[in-house]
């Protein structure tokens, strides 16, 4: 009788030996499974629907700073194969097609080698003609509307702050935003009349004096609708500039809380 006691005994160890292993398989397997739906989300969200970028240059201050970390909608212009990762010829030209507007903050694939993302504000829609006289933007032979308002003040690594005139500049479709003069008389603050081609663009930095963009034409020129990427949205995260995003333990004081979720216009 004893000897039936301990076989039903391990009987009923080694069952919930078995049970205990199948659950935990099971377990495991669950998880598993999350991780590939979550990865497939994430996979499709940023090819689709919304994109992360961050600043590495200074080219769009005082709008966006080195360090800055912003969402681009993919879906705002449509989407071309450079909308894709690794811009695959999967097809050719733009489908569901939508035009950017005048004042948009985009990203886009540097037309001289189709690979580099910069980001940049239209300024120029196609048929425009584009100038800058004594560093004022000219549309279509009309001075764009400029004001001075306050300055932008930064601090280098050694502690000095850094003055740099901010204007006011207002489109003809009323978008207004801001734009840094840091020289009186750069390169770029004369410029020739560009005229822009049908389908392409013509994109400025809003750091006037130190950006490379449409004004120089074998460096950047006319952007094709096709090179678009997308709208920038919205900043959901900002680190001074001399900070990493991985570098968690410096967040408290180095995130730029004020510029948290800040949309980007």
């Known amino acids: 009788m004893e000897s039936a006691s301990n076989s039903r005994q391990i009987e009923i160890m080694s069952q919930m030996t ?4 199948k659950s935990s398989e099971g377990g495991a ?57 690794f811009s695959p010829s999967l097809f050719s030209g733009r489908i569901w097609k939508d035009t950017p507007e005048r ?37 279509n032979g009309t001075a764009v509307k400029r004001e001075k308002t306050d300055d932008f003040q930064e601090t280098d690594d050694a502690g000095n702050v850094r003055r740099i005139q901010r204007y006011n500049e207002t489109l003809p479709n009323g978008v207004v935003y801001q734009t840094l003069d840091i020289y009186s008389a750069s390169f770029g603050d004369n410029t020739r009349e560009y005229v822009v081609p049908e389908g392409h663009y013509f994109m400025m930095g809003d750091n006037r004096d130190n950006s490379t963009d449409s004004r120089f034409l074998s460096q ?41 979720f800040d949309v980007v216009d």
Do not use: C
């Open 29 to 85: 397997m669950e998880i598993v499974r999350v991780v590939i739906h979550a990865l497939i989300l994430a996979f499709l969200v940023r090819t689709f629907l919304y994109q992360p970028f961050n600043i590495p240059s200074g080219s769009m201050k005082s709008t966006l700073l080195v360090g800055d970390y912003l969402f681009v909608s993919k879906f705002s212009y449509g989407y071309s194969k450079y909308s894709l990762p």
């Open 18 to 21: 078995r049970e205990a292993k």
């Open 103 to 139: 004042g948009d903050v985009a990203v886009f694939k540097l037309p001289t080698d189709n690979s580099t993302d910069y980001i940049k504000r239209v300024i120029g829609l196609p048929g425009d003609r584009i100038q800058v006289l004594d560093g004022i933007l000219h549309i």
């Open 220 to 260: 950047v020129g006319y952007v094709p609708i096709d090179n678009f990427v997308g709208r920038a949205e919205i900043i959901f995260f900002s680190i001074e500039g001399t900070a990493r995003f991985w570098q968690f333990w410096q967040w408290p004081t180095s995130i730029r809380w004020s510029r948290l």
